[in-house]
């Protein structure tokens, strides 16, 4: 996270000085990358970076590092895109099937995947018999899961 502010403020700007301006230069910068899958960044992404930096903000305060409050007030992040709903497994592979789905947007679909008590339990069953390490699949009673 730091090396994206460094690459925004540039390797000589002072904390202390920084500004709301500043931030809404970060945040522009930021929204104009690509994340996961090649698409823009998350404006979530985004803000965890700039709590992030007002967390370091808040100690530096009480560390006496730098003075006054962090200038966040008023920053303008970019829009965020819905996510699709949760769907089963049945329902995803039928709108794949039926409707021109991108692989990106596919990959989209199955992210948003709801699977049923059933299936969970082939899925842990699998986890349980093909795990190579003992912790992957903790012993005891996971009815408390469904």
């Known amino acids: 996270m730091i090396k994206h ?7 000589n700007f002072t904390i202390g000085s920084l500004k709301l301006a500043d931030l809404q230069r970060h945040v522009d910068a ?13 404006p979530t992404t985004i803000r965890k970076e700039i ?3 007002r967390a370091a903000w808040n100690w ?12 966040h007030r008023g920053l303008k992040f ?3 895109t819905e996510k699709p709903p949760f769907r089963t497994w049945e329902e995803i592979e039928k709108q794949i099937e039926t409707c021109q789905v991108t692989e990106a947007g596919q990959q ?8 049923t008590p059933t299936q969970i ?10 795990c190579a390490h003992g912790f992957v699949y903790p012993d005891g009673d996971l009815a408390f899961w469904v």
Do not use: H
Request: glycine share 8%; aromatic share 10%; with cysteine.
């Open 30 to 42: 930021r929204a104009k990358k690509r994340g996961i899958r090649n698409r823009p960044l998350s």
């Open 121 to 130: 339990d082939e899925l842990l069953a699998f986890v349980k018999a093909n």
């Open 51 to 53: 709590a992030t930096l």
């Open 108 to 115: 989209d679909l199955w992210d948003c995947l709801y699977l």
């Open 60 to 71: 530096g305060m009480q560390a006496g590092l730098v003075t006054g409050p962090f200038p």
């Open 78 to 80: 970019p829009k965020t």
């Open 5 to 11: 502010f460094s690459k925004t403020f540039g390797p």
